[in-house]
Nanobody, 117 residues
Framework: QVQLVESGGGLVQAGGSLRLSCAASRSIASYTAMAWYRQARGKQRDLVAR???????NYVDSVKGRFTISRDNAKNTVYLQMNSLKPEDTASYYC???????????WGQGTQVTVSS
């Protein structure tokens, strides 16, 4: 089992940027893909961005062109660069290591992102 530790969340004004990091306790190359999910208060947890072992990326439509997911296998770390943030991006953001493709696997503890208008 892997431990995933997210960091980089915080309070930012609309239009600002944040960079989230997810540090894994073991090689992220072991997993089918790494992903970021988010969960706003009172809502379900949804996939935001995903990167597979070949570097192929997928994004939910609402963040395309604003968010970028990347990975550094040497550091066992996944990043989520978030630009042009909007109040609707406010949520807890969770890192996920997939074991089965397109199926949530191991979770981190989450990091809070709050975007003020």
């Amino acid at each position: 089992q892997v431990q995933l530790v997210e960091s980089g969340g915080g309070l930012v004004q609309a239009g600002g940027s944040l960079r989230l990091s997810c540090a894994a306790s073991r090689s992220i190359a072991s997993y089918t893909a790494m992903a970021w999910y988010r969960q706003a208060r009172g809502k379900q947890r949804d996939l935001v961005a995903r990167i597979d072992g070949n570097g192929n990326t997928n994004y939910v439509d609402s963040v395309k062109g604003r968010f970028t997911i990347s990975r550094d296998n040497a550091k066992n770390t996944v990043y989520l660069q978030m630009n042009s943030l909007k109040p609707e991006d406010t949520a807890s953001y969770y890192c996920n290591a997939e074991i089965v493709p397109w199926t949530a696997g191991y979770w981190g503890q989450g990091t809070q992102v709050t975007v003020s208008s």
